[in-house]
């Protein structure tokens, strides 16, 4: 069975801030207005690089997450994808376009 490994995260209190944001983005009540901005500016929403550059996740999340290590900022963009993919289905189907690969 499969079981990921467990990576200490060594600047907490910055991983902290930056989770705290995206869970608070994806969370059932606000999560059609960021996939809303997503869709406007013609992205993908698994391009998290993109939307951080973008703005799209607040300028305190791209300075936060900018000074993470690089074990951490992995961590992070791991969650940004599970956080993509665990989305309702009714708002995937909603923005299909921002989902879709090609």
Known sequence: MYEQATI????QAAF???RQTLE??????????Y????????????????ALQQGLLGKETQAEYASLPDSDRAQIRELY???VE??????????MKVYTYY
Do not use: I, T, W, Y
Request: glycine share 2%; net charge positive.
């Open 8 to 11: 200490p995260v060594a600047n």
């Open 16 to 18: 902290a801030k930056v």
């Open 24 to 33: 608070a983005m994806f969370a059932p009540a606000s999560a059609a207005k």
């Open 35 to 50: 996939l809303k901005q997503v869709e406007k500016r013609g992205q993908r929403v698994r391009d998290f690089e993109l």
């Open 81 to 83: 994808l599970q956080l």
């Open 86 to 95: 665990q989305v309702a289905p009714e708002l995937r189907a909603r923005f």
